[in-house]
């Protein structure tokens, strides 16, 4: 996940950017590479978000696909408990 960066102009950059933005540089960098990205019609956070609903749904159709059990169905909260012990099922 580390950078390391030697180039000593890209180092002055991330400098002066933090310090005009008054974030660190990583965030000035961050900011900056969002920024290129949008330029480019990329949406940096789409991939992150797409990951999400496809886990999303792999639980969904995990959840349809598994077998009913008459027995386990609740319909109260009274479901969620075993009747002789009292402990959740």
Do not use: C, W
């Not at 008054?22 to 949406?43: F, H, M, V």
């Not at 789409?46 to 886990?55: C, E, G, L, N, S």
């Amino acid at each position: 996940m580390g950078m390391n960066i030697k180039n000593e102009r890209v180092h002055e950059l991330a400098r002066r950017a933090a310090s005009v933005t008054g974030k660190s540089q990583t965030g000035a960098i961050e900011e900056a590479l969002t920024r290129l990205l949008a330029d480019y019609d990329i949406d940096p956070e789409q991939h992150r978000v797409a990951a999400k609903v496809d886990k999303v749904h792999s639980i969904v159709r995990a959840y349809l696909d598994t077998p009913s059990d008459a027995d386990r169905t609740i319909r109260r909260v009274d479901d969620l408990f075993d009747e002789q012990t009292g402990l959740p099922r």
